[in-house]
């Protein structure tokens, strides 16, 4: 009796935890083989859009090692609209002081950061967009990057 009353709170936990963040229209999160993180790897997620006054978060999302050579890090990020047409931008993003040390959260040898791309954003028309981000380093394959993805939610 005692294991199935555990086994119906586990389900019930479960079930209520899942549905803490409802915004949250995609979430991705890739684990990059040997902490290499290489041209090819890229990041990417779909996007369905049924309303153009909704506004959008979308955030690039990175976990490195105290090992990570390099105080910032380049990407590019691509939108990829309904129609076909690709926007690209390249962005830096700071992830440690002048004195080395990292603005991320840190949990043992592992930084983790949560960096915005798109901030109260609208899609100009509705339909299915790709979003895409890669590395842009000089190194490639860019070392002790443990993981990467993306996140998009609603405001």
């Not at 902490?35 to 049924?50: E, I, T």
């Not at 050579?69 to 690709?86: E, Q, S, W």
């Not at 791309?117 to 990057?145: A, W």
Request: proline content about 3%; some cysteine.
């Amino acid at each position: 009796m005692n294991k199935l009353f555990f086994l119906i709170l586990i389900c019930i936990v479960g079930i209520g935890s899942s549905g803490c963040n409802t915004n949250t229209v995609a979430d991705l999160n890739v684990a990059m083989p040997q902490r290499n993180w290489s041209y090819v790897n890229k990041l990417k997620v779909g996007v369905d859009v049924k309303d153009v006054t909704q506004r959008y978060n979308i955030y690039f999302k990175l976990r490195h090692t105290t090992d990570y050579r390099y105080a910032n890090i380049f990407v590019l990020f691509r939108l990829k609209g309904p129609d076909g047409k690709t926007v690209t931008r390249r962005m830096e993003y700071r992830l440690a002081q002048v004195d080395g040390q990292w603005l991320g959260s840190g949990s043992g040898n592992l930084y983790t950061y949560e960096l915005p791309l798109l901030t109260n954003f609208s899609f100009p028309v509705i339909g299915k967009y790709e979003l895409e981000v890669e590395q842009n380093m000089r190194d490639n394959p860019l070392k002790e990057i443990s993981d990467g993805g993306l996140t998009v939610s609603t405001k």
